[in-house]
């Protein structure tokens, strides 16, 4: 990952400011009531990022927040925010998400995407998608055009291109990085480790929360592997009064251990604060299980209070709220973090 | 579903108990340490079944959970257990699983399963499978023989073959009852409800829990849509010490509300009895969400206790303990159940 984010970040900066910037509106003044949104774009690593490339890539956690935190900010809905901070992620191919994502052990792109309403408990998802752009947007098309949750494979496809979807060859994912990426590690008959989900979580000023997760999961990944991305309860999850969770990380420890209701019961039911439960499960069950590559999460509570933690070495992630408080890191700003 | 159950039993009862019974082995002495199984054959209805009808159906009961009690009596593992008792309801055509699924609107058969192993939190799923014999088979193989918990389609049907399974044309699945029944629902533009997926949950001597389940899905689904089936913490899940979990019923609201898993972390943080648990999840939430069917559970907590419940008007199920406590039902034997 190291080497594709060196190649990557050269090629792909000065475009990307432009291209992922939509600067044309005039941005009316914010409505004075309190919001909160966090994104992640992946967590992993065996080593912390140089602070120059850090730099370079909190440019672009920014530009994904202000997708968001300007809906937030002018009265819109957590849902519309969360999904426009993730087609944002997805549109750029420095992520593990539409454009730029993995590639599997046979040179293909398959992505999967979910979305949660914390107001109505409504969701939606799609797995194994191979040629709709943004996959998100097809999560939240089942959510709200069918009676279903999960849609996979083909018949998903159909579903998106029924609904006026735009449709791309899957090449169109494709990055020369992610080429790089495959060929070494089929070269060394490896899986990738399953760095570079993304995903939001906001409360907007009504107290709903939203959340939303988008991949292309594990590079080299075959027999069709899903991770815990299209699995509510899994990776995701949102209801309103108690939290809303987005995931990144080996997704089969997600979903063996249901982290993202996890954190939601150990709120609901045992009274643990948002840290408190996050801590339980990251450090003291998913960090506890064997063969895993660990992860992070990021959250919000009912008041409006962020937690983003990881048990990698980094997690990209980005973060404001109607107090003013915002930022955007990549590396563990606090050291004493896990020890709470 | 009342009229193929009346046209299919007649057909098939007799043929049956010769072909799904297995009788030629010697059975030794039961160990006499305590375990318990339970099994459902789905949960749906408007009305309760014939009392006549109802009789039949126990003998399938019975025959299937003679498969898991049969390995719990020698000392074998809860995870045998829960495998061969749902082999044998896919193999049954009166359930939707395995032969005798439903059908797709294009008058095809995709397959769902889920294992899960208390013992260590392993899980196997598959989803949109249209040509393994024994989804549950492929699910248990993707538990131990992949680093992955869930293969969906066609990736995961090739992960079968490589295994070995028996492979078998769509066809297989197919029963005269089904054709009728999609074919109606296909003339007045309609979903079937989700009835007739099978599971079962098993305690072995050695306290461990495991919890199986297998469905056809929802008759006249389309666009590749998945249910709760194969979603661990949704339709299945099993912790030891704490409990074991199988459902059937309307997919989309288990997926919604994590129901497997939330069962687990009212127990396990909120201190509540299985009953209790069971009681909250199933009246307390699905019962009040909007436009569902409803449907069931049957669980087993670390003590042995078996607890059946269902906001419909039947499930078909069975259970034995080592105590000598066993039974088959279809129709609500105790009408104060639901107020506990």
Chains 1, 2 share one sequence.
């Not at 990307?16 to 009531?33: H, K, L, M, Y």
């Not at 969360?82 to 993995?102: H, S």
């Not at 999960?150 to 291109?161: C, Q, R, V, Y």
């Not at 000023?205 to 997760?213: D, P, Q, R, Y």
Request: with cysteine; proline share 3%.
């Amino acid at each position: 990952m190291r080497k594709f984010i060196s190649i990557t970040l050269f090629v792909l900066s000065g475009l990307f400011v432009a291209s992922c910037t939509d600067n044309s509106g005039v941005r009316p003044e914010p409505i004075q009531e309190e919001w909160s949104i966090v994104l992640h774009g992946g967590a992993g690593g065996k080593s912390e990022m140089p602070a120059e490339d850090e730099e370079i890539f909190k440019i672009f956690l920014n530009e994904a927040l202000v997708e968001g935190k300007t809906i937030l900010e002018n009265g819109g809905s957590a849902l519309d925010a969360v999904q426009a901070t993730v087609i944002y992620l997805e549109d750029c191919p420095l992520f593990n998400a539409g454009k730029g994502a993995v590639m599997t052990s046979d040179k293909r792109h398959e992505l999967d995407a979910c979305i949660m309403d914390g107001s109505n408990l409504m969701a939606g998802a799609v797995a194994g998608l191979t040629d709709v752009k943004n996959p998100i947007k097809a999560a939240r098309l089942v959510m709200e055009k069918t009676p279903h949750v999960l849609l996979i494979g083909e018949g998903a496809s159909h579903f998106a291109k029924e609904q006026g979807l735009e449709i791309v060859p899957n090449s169109y994912f494709t990055t020369e990085g992610r080429v790089k990426e495959i060929e070494k590690l089929l070269s060394e008959r490896k899986q990738g480790s399953p760095m570079g989900t993304v995903g939001c979580v906001a409360i907007d000023k009504n107290g709903n929360i939203a959340a939303a997760t988008s991949t292309g999961g594990m590079a080299g990944k075959k027999w069709g592997r899903v991770g815990d991305v299209p699995i509510v309860g899994a990776s995701t999850i949102a209801h309103n009064g108690v939290v809303g969770v987005s995931s990144t990380g080996h997704g089969e420890l997600w979903i063996r251990q249901s982290v993202a209701h996890d954190i939601y019961a150990l709120m609901e039911y045992k009274g643990m604060t948002l840290k408190e439960a996050v801590h339980e499960v990251l450090w003291n069950k998913i960090d506890k299980m064997e063969g895993g590559t660990g992860g992070g999460v990021i959250c919000i509570d009912a008041t409006g209070d962020i937690v983003m933690d990881f048990t990698t070495k980094i997690m990209f992630r980005a973060w404001a709220k109607s107090s003013g408080d915002t930022g955007a890191a990549v590396n563990r700003t606090n050291p004493e973090e896990k020890k709470i």
